[in-house]
Nanobody, 125 residues
Framework: QVQLVESGGGSVQAGGSLGLSCTAS????????VGWFRQAPGKEREGVAV????????YYADSVKGRFTISQDNAKNTVYLQMNSLKPEDTGMYYC??????????????????WGQGTQVTVSS
């Protein structure tokens, strides 16, 4: 069975940093679009950052460009999200997700077929 397991969430003050990890198993990791979505209470799930596992091409939501960095390690089947200069509006449940490679950058959650259970990120003022 396909599994995506997240780790690294926690609570930080505004301006701080957190690093998230997502490890995939149960399917072929190569040639996939893998990355992160988030959801705050009362809001819709939104894309944060995704990456193509074969060529490392990253895509970011405008709200996190320059602050977050996505990377991946094919040998470990793992995707990372380094979050710097965190803001209170970054608070939410962060989910790892994956889909086939095509149209990765548009980050439409309905097109991602594999999901982790999420890890909470809380940023206080």
């Amino acid at each position: 069975q396909v599994q995506l397991v997240e780790s690294g969430g926690g609570s930080v003050q505004a301006g701080g940093s957190l690093g998230l990890s997502c490890t995939a198993s149960g399917y072929t990791y190569s040639r996939k679009c893998v990355g992160w979505f988030r959801q705050a209470p009362g809001k819709e799930r939104e894309g944060v950052a995704v990456i193509l596992t074969d060529d490392n091409s990253p895509y970011y939501a405008d709200s996190v460009k320059g602050r977050f960095t996505i990377s991946q390690d094919n040998a470990k089947n793992t995707v990372y999200l380094q979050m710097n200069s965190l803001k209170p509006e970054d608070t939410g449940m962060y989910y790892c997700a994956a889909r086939p490679r095509a149209l990765c950058g548009r980050m439409r959650d309905s097109e991602f077929v594999y999901w982790g259970q999420g890890t909470q990120v809380t940023v206080s003022s």
